[in-house]
């Protein structure tokens, strides 16, 4: 893949590779563009779905303390 292909824009490329045989290069750099993208996506999400995690686990662990002082309030006040 030359630095021709690297340099160019999505539409220059896609102008290319819609040109005939000769802008199979521009079709590769689409694609590899396209397999970077979705690996930074993916990258994203894991760190999202993450940190989502530890948010449930923090929300669970107060609706126990919660519920913990509500017994213990019950209790005393019966």
Excluded: P, Y
């Amino acid at each position: 893949m030359t630095e021709e292909f690297h340099d160019m824009t999505d539409i220059q490329l896609a102008e290319r590779a819609n040109a005939g045989l000769s802008g199979q290069g521009a079709n590769v750099e689409m694609m590899r563009r396209l397999r970077d993208a979705l690996i930074q996506a993916h990258k994203a999400t894991n760190l999202l779905n993450s940190r989502l995690l530890w948010c449930t686990v923090a929300i669970f662990g107060v609706t126990l303390l919660q519920l913990v002082v509500a017994i213990c309030v019950f209790v005393q006040s019966s």
